[in-house]
């Protein structure tokens, strides 16, 4: 006998990554081991020399098929075993490692918008629907749009046991987001992309795709974010630190070095409307939606706890916004001796 593991991977696609998978059959007590693809087809490689390694990182089991059948999450190696250049999470463990005594966690909030074809869901054939107001956690049928695929898609990551932490309807129509998290920086993401992969392969059988795009309808509409919620143990014990790790992101060069890599488009995204703060200006404050960075009024009134960074895009790399931000606050935390 034997099982199906579906393998994942995140392929070259340029300005923005996209997933890949696909099957492999394995006899009942093996392992899903290493195995390869053709990375001419998705960005990673040349023709002549075309093979790429996948190296499995995260396994769960496979909601969508049931039974023994399981996902697998895996790392790009060339095949000297090093990792390919658009491998970020290799780059994200050497980072997690060095800061672990300071226990970072992190809750990512993925925003995300359902179109069947060419429009959103729940957009009409001819101009828009009613302004945007009406919609954010919503209910009935004039307001929401696609809730019977949300559903399926939360029931296929709790069965595929991810950290997931709730969902809701977002601002625009057909625009919708669920949370992972609060977990350390490499389970965080692995399970991040696992729910991705979920929900476009859960939208799939319904005839929709869901798409990460940071500005879906441009005009005054709401774009999608990531909102990246983090905490270190420090700051879960006391305010100081919470100062500590706001004030970080914003000294000298880190608001740009953070924002050019929180996903494409990101300028279309952080306008300074519809709840952002504008790109090239960092704020922080408490219970502030036009900041860059939040500290929830609950974390000011318990004098510890987590901030939000509210820049990241749908569509960011989480092992990258992971990697950045416990790099810079677990510096600054570790340089004020606030560990
Ligand atoms: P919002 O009010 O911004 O919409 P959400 O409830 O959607 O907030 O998301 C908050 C996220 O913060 C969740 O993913 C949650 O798991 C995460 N979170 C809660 N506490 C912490 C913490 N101490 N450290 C990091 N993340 C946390
Ligand atoms: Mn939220
Ligand atoms: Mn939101
Ligand atoms: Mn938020």
């Known amino acids: 006998m034997s099982f199906k ?35 001419s087809s998705t960005n990673q490689a040349e023709g002549h020399s075309s093979d790429c390694v996948l190296q499995p ?24 075993l090093t990792p390919h250049p658009s491998n970020t999470r290799a780059e994200l463990r050497a980072v997690a490692e060095k ?23 729940g957009f009409p054939e001819n101009g828009f629907p009613a302004a945007q107001g009406g919609y954010y956690c919503g209910v009935g049928a004039d307001e929401i749009f696609g809730r019977e695929i ?21 601002v625009m129509p057909g625009q919708w987001e669920f949370q992972v998290g609060p977990l350390s920086p490499l389970d965080v993401s692995d399970q991040l992309w696992v729910a991705r992969w979920l929900l476009y392969r859960t939208a799939e059988d319904f005839g929709v795709s869901a798409t990460l795009d940071p500005k879906p309808v441009k005009g005054d509409w ?8 983090f905490s270190t143990k420090a700051m879960r014990e006391g305010y100081e630190a ?46 502030d939606r036009g900041a860059s960075v939040r500290i929830p ?10 901030i939000e960074d509210r820049r990241p895009n749908a569509n960011v790399d989480p092992y990258v916004v992971t990697r950045l931000i416990t790099e810079t606050c677990c510096a600054s935390l570790e340089k004020a001796g606030q560990v």
């Open 5 to 39: 593991a579906e393998y994942i991977w995140i392929d070259g696609t340029q300005p923005t990554a996209k997933l890949r998978s696909k099957t492999k059959i394995v006899a009942d007590g093996a392992e899903p081991g290493v195995w390869g693809f053709d990375g």
């Open 57 to 80: 990182v995260f396994t769960c089991p496979d909601p969508i098929r049931g039974g023994a059948d399981v996902l697998v999450l895996c790392e790009v190696l060339d095949t000297d």
């Open 99 to 121: 800061f672990a005594a300071q226990e970072p966690i992190f809750g990512i909030e993925q925003e995300y918008t359902f179109f069947k074809g060419s429009r959103p869901l």
């Open 150 to 170: 949300v559903e399926a898609h939360l029931a296929n990551c709790l069965a595929a046991g991810l950290g997931i932490s709730g969902i809701n309807a977002e």
């Open 222 to 229: 709401n774009g999608a974010g990531a909102h990246t919620n």
């Open 242 to 287: 919470i100062v500590t790790a706001c004030e970080s992101l914003g000294e000298g060069s880190k608001p740009l070095d953070h924002v050019k890599n929180y996903g494409a488009g990101i300028d279309d995204r952080l306008t300074g409307l519809h709840e952002t703060a504008p790109w090239n200006e960092y704020s922080y404050g408490v219970s």
């Open 297 to 306: 009024w609950q974390v000011e009134k318990d004098g510890k706890g987590y």
